[in-house]
């Protein structure tokens, strides 16, 4: 079983920034992945980026080149960098964890940009 817990959301300005967190109650080291996805509403969930074991990474096209995976092994925790944030950006952001087998997720945090 692992928990994870999102923080980090709120309300921003269009143009602005902000870093969310995601905190396990396990160590990451062997997770094979990790990962942010959000659903705004009326919409499907969705990836936003996700980062393997290894430290590679990928992204939604609609974030490329404003947005920020990371993760710090020693601290358990995930982050996602987000900047030069959209009204579009708006919904509530998870995080995953990817175990091969077995997905977990948070609650979610929520993220508003206003325009």
């Known amino acids: 079983q692992v928990q994870l817990v999102e923080s980090g959301g709120g309300l921003v300005q269009a143009g602005g920034s902000l870093r969310l967190s995601c905190a396990t109650s396990?160590?990451?080291?062997?997770?094979?992945?990790m990962g942010w996805y959000r659903q705004a509403p009326g919409k499907q969930r969705e990836l936003v980026a996700r980062?393997?074991?290894?430290?590679?990474?990928n992204y939604a096209d609609s974030v490329k080149g404003r947005f920020t995976i990371s993760r710090d092994n020693a601290e358990n925790t995930v982050y996602l960098q987000m900047n030069m944030l959209k009204p579009d950006d708006t919904a509530v952001y998870y995080c995953?964890?990817?175990?091969?087998?077995?997905?977990?997720w948070g609650r979610g945090t929520q993220v508003t940009v206003s325009s």
């Open positions: 995953n964890a990817d175990l091969g087998l077995l997905n977990y």
């Open positions: 980062i393997t074991s290894r430290g590679s990474t």
């Open positions: 396990r160590s990451i080291f062997s997770f094979p992945a």
